[in-house]
């Protein structure tokens, strides 16, 4: 149980170019899932919370315009990268938790995006 | 400002030793400490604990919590290969549910 998919996996693409990360909850509901990136050999920033049909919350110093977070459904977040640039290349990993009081929050594979 | 931190940063040794990884926190409104594996993706989770003193285990993995000390350890026993990666603590905040990761310590395992 508690599996979340992240696609794609990979993403490679031109600067200027928008990309859109989708997380799924494939086995139970999510009301919260969280957007986190992680730069080589650093640890998770989180970079905002992504709750089910309200808007996200985002932490200090992430441009909400640049990143916007769109959580439509209690299974599906999506992230979507704005006028990608070279800087916004990273791993972007997605995590959701149940909606019982204490639960951990389980993480999707995550995305490499590359911007050339 | 809500921290972790986590020692060593890097451990290297041989098949079959005992290690111990340590975690400290200082976590406003601390619900739950957390323990995750992350290997080449993301990170899979080991445990969650949020009692002191009561030893979670799983395999040869076990990880208990001092409210005390504000601190946790993860053991493993008998380390295999594929013990190796990077283990990563988080301290679980109350309401928000947000997570506040350590830097991770970086575990080798050597045939």
């Known amino acids: 149980g508690a599996v979340v998919s992240q696609h794609p996996s990979r993403v490679i693409c031109k600067s200027g170019t928008s990309v859109k990360i989708e997380c799924r909850s494939l086995?139970?509901?999510?009301?919260?899932m969280f957007w986190y990136r992680q730069f080589p050999k650093q640890s998770l920033m989180l970079m905002a919370t992504s709750n089910e049909g309200s808007k996200a919350t985002y932490e200090q110093g992430v441009e909400k315009d640049k990143f916007l977070i769109n959580h439509a459904s209690l299974t599906l977040s999506t992230l979507t990268v704005t006028s990608a640039h070279p800087e916004d290349s990273s791993f972007y990993i997605c995590?959701?938790?149940?909606?019982?009081?204490?639960?951990?929050?389980?993480f999707g594979d995550g995305t490499r995006l590359s911007i050339l | 400002e809500d921290k972790v931190v986590q020692s060593p940063l890097s451990l290297v040794v041989h098949e079959g030793d005992t290690v111990t990884l340590n975690c400290s926190y200082e976590?406003?409104?601390?619900?739950?400490l957390l323990w995750y594996k992350q290997e080449k993706k993301a990170p899979t989770f080991l445990f969650m604990l949020?009692?002191?003193?009561i030893e979670k285990k799983s395999g040869r993995l076990s990880s208990i919590l001092d409210k005390k000390e504000l601190s946790s350890i993860l053991n493993i026993t008998a380390t295999q290969t594929g013990d190796s990666a990077i283990y990563l603590c988080a301290g679980g905040i109350q309401g928000a549910q947000k997570l506040v990761f350590g830097q991770g310590t970086r575990l080798t395992i050597n045939p």
């Open positions: 995590s959701a938790r149940g909606n019982r009081a204490v639960q951990p929050q389980h």
């Open positions: 949020t009692s002191s003193g």
């Open positions: 086995d139970f509901q999510a009301t919260t």
């Open positions: 976590v406003t409104n601390f619900r739950s």
